[in-house]
């Protein structure tokens, strides 16, 4: 094995294990919280999501990736390669969904009151379920078409106009095919994304407006401050890892065979939000750190003995 298939192998070895454990960690903490409070706030319920469709992604993208780097071939048939590529694209694009429907979620929760937003506010925690069951149909709808391109990889060479993912091709045919679904893709993205900046956007000028204010969002409203900032983070981190995984998807729709290598690299940073967010949620979310902190103590009872002792 070469220093770069050896760099390759690590990259994704660590990015999939990582990712997979804070989201892991993430999802625990919320079930946690449903178990001994027996509710969530819609923001969590958005979160828990958001961690959820990383998991998914991380699962079905990453982690036969680093399988296939380490030499592990023939993974999946053809009916288990449908199933995974299925399961990924639905994964990315609740992604994107969920952090856009977050993002609007926050601006119109520290809006300003008006005539349309006084009955809207009151009715945004009833529309969260209603949401997730749109968001799921929506993209299942669009990506039922790649799992009728998958296949196990064949031996011999990849055919133009295919996506050799190593564990398997998905194999469009013809350049029309290859289009349709590129273009289909990154509409429905860039149309999130778009409404993701926008509430962003909308949501920085209302917590600079109102940090100007006396009786501002700082002080009169701390949690949806906090919580606002941490929705504007996520956005600019998913946009950063968004905007170089399309300008690789850009350039792989221009050719027709496309370098295994160039594909490793869109896997790669298209998954990064995936297994970085977790941690940033965990580290602004006092519920979720609290919740963690408590069940590391509980399996750890030592540690709480020896803080009491050092008290005493």
Not at 98 to 107: D, E, G, R, Y
Not at 264 to 275: E, G, L, N
Request: proline share 4%; charged share 15%; net charge positive.
């Amino acid at each position: 094995m070469d220093l770069c298939v050896t760099i390759k192998g690590v990259s994704f070895l660590l990015q999939t294990g990582i990712g997979i454990l804070g989201n892991s960690v993430v999802l625990l903490a919320y079930a946690h919280i449903v178990y001994t409070e027996r509710k969530l706030l819609p923001v969590d319920m958005i979160l828990c999501h958001l961690a959820f469709a990383n998991l998914l992604l991380l699962l079905t993208r990453c982690m036969p990736q680093t399988m296939t780097v380490f030499g592990l071939t023939d993974l999946l048939d053809d009916a288990g390669c449908k199933v995974v590529i299925y399961g990924y694209r639905i994964g990315r694009a609740l992604s994107v969904c969920i952090t856009c429907m977050l993002s609007v979620f926050q601006a119109v929760t520290i809006a300003p009151a008006g005539p349309h937003l006084s009955r809207l506010k009151p009715a945004l925690p009833s529309l969260v379920l209603p949401t997730f069951a749109g968001l799921w149909f929506l993209n299942m709808a669009i990506c039922i078409a790649a799992p009728f391109f998958s296949m196990a990889p064949r031996n011999g060479t990849v055919p133009a106009f295919t996506l050799n993912l190593g564990f398997c091709h998905v194999d469009f045919r013809d350049s029309l095919s290859y289009v349709i679904n590129g273009v289909a893709v990154s509409g429905r993205d860039f149309v999130f994304v778009a409404l993701m900046l926008a509430s962003c956007g909308y949501i920085l000028l209302l917590l600079h407006r109102h940090s100007r204010q006396v009786r501002g969002i700082r002080r009169s409203h701390p949690a949806e401050n906090r919580a606002a900032k941490t929705v504007v983070v996520l956005v600019v981190l998913y946009v950063f890892f968004f905007g170089i995984d399309n300008v690789i998807w850009i350039y792989m729709l221009t050719e027709a065979k496309v370098s295994p290598v160039v594909a490793d690299m869109r896997v790669f940073f298209s998954s990064c939000y995936a297994f970085l967010s977790p941690y940033f949620i965990i580290s602004s979310n006092k519920k979720v750190k609290a919740k963690i902190l408590c069940t590391a103590e509980q399996d750890n009872p030592a540690s709480t003995d020896t803080q009491e002792s050092n008290d005493k």
